[in-house]
């Protein structure tokens, strides 16, 4: 999928992994200036990695700072749980950073922030059985993801999210149950995955808000499910 985002600033929040380097590739080769982060919700602290270093404390107030950070008009968040699900608990996993970290997020990026995409489990959607902690913290996103459009659609912010089902390459038992019922009988490729979060991410794509996007391959469609 091709979109133009014209020298636009994308900021890329995730881990090194195949999504995250993924997405990012694909929006420099459409015209985005990039830059890749990690966030530490434990002490809410935002750390560019690429290309260049700088921190910055989100207190949940605007932020001068944001323009080391290329001032961006595009955030897209990969959450952990997307790329590499956890194993369950009874409450969350200890990740990176959860849902109640975007609102923050938000307000330290403001006002040049149009474009939000938020990447996460489609776990969130339909709740896995054997897995209520990490279905929670999903949840958790999706709900997220429609409150900060309400909150921020007068603003001209657009907020989605992608969720995902089983990924190729990832044989944990997460996956391994969400593929078991999928429709398709088969892992989303990376390409797949990019071309959503292009979609939504798109500046001509000016009318959508507050919806999150399965890349599952059928999964939440429903099957009679045992976990």
């Given amino acids: 999928m091709k979109i133009d985002l014209l020298e636009r600033p994308a900021l890329v929040i995730g881990s090194p992994g195949a999504i995250a380097t993924g997405v990012a590739r694909a929006l420099a080769d459409n015209g985005a200036r990039l830059t890749r982060a990690r966030y530490s919700g434990s002490d809410r602290k935002l750390t560019a990695t690429d290309p260049t270093s700088a921190e910055l404390a989100v207190s949940g107030e605007p932020s001068s700072q944001a323009v080391a950070f290329g001032s961006p008009w595009l955030m897209v968040a990969i959450h952990p749980g997307a790329e590499r699900p956890t194993a369950d608990a009874l409450t969350p996993a200890c990740a990176e950073w959860d849902?109640?970290?975007?609102?923050?997020?938000?307000?330290?990026?403001?006002?040049?922030?149009?474009?939000?995409?938020?990447?996460?489990?489609?776990?969130?959607?339909?709740?896995?059985?054997?897995?209520?902690?990490?279905?929670?913290e999903q949840a958790n996103l999706a709900t997220m993801t429609r409150l900060l459009a309400m909150k921020w659609?007068?603003?001209?912010?657009?907020?989605?999210?992608?969720?995902?089902?089983?990924?190729?390459?990832?044989?944990?038992?997460?996956?391994?149950?969400?593929?078991?019922?999928?429709?398709?009988?088969?892992?989303?490729?990376?390409?797949?995955?990019?071309?959503?979060?292009?979609?939504?991410?798109?500046?001509?794509?000016?009318?959508?808000?507050?919806?999150?996007?399965?890349?599952?391959?059928?999964?939440?469609?429903?099957?009679?499910?045992?976990?």
């Avoid at 609102?103 to 054997?130: D, E, Q």
């Avoid at 603003?155 to 997460?174: E, H, T, Y």
Wanted: net charge positive; charged share 15%.
């Fill in 99 to 136: 849902a109640s970290d975007l609102r923050p997020l938000m307000r330290a990026l403001a006002p040049t922030l149009r474009r939000v995409v938020i990447v996460m489990s489609v776990a969130g959607l339909v709740p896995l059985r054997t897995n209520p902690g990490f279905s929670l």
């Fill in 153 to 227: 659609g007068r603003a001209g912010v657009s907020v989605n999210a992608v969720a995902l089902g089983a990924l190729a390459g990832d044989d944990g038992p997460i996956s391994g149950n969400l593929l078991s019922h999928t429709a398709l009988r088969r892992p989303a490729r990376l390409d797949e995955i990019v071309a959503a979060v292009l979609f939504l991410a798109d500046p001509e794509n000016t009318y959508t808000t507050g919806h999150v996007v399965n890349v599952d391959g059928g999964f939440a469609a429903g099957y009679a499910r045992n976990f």
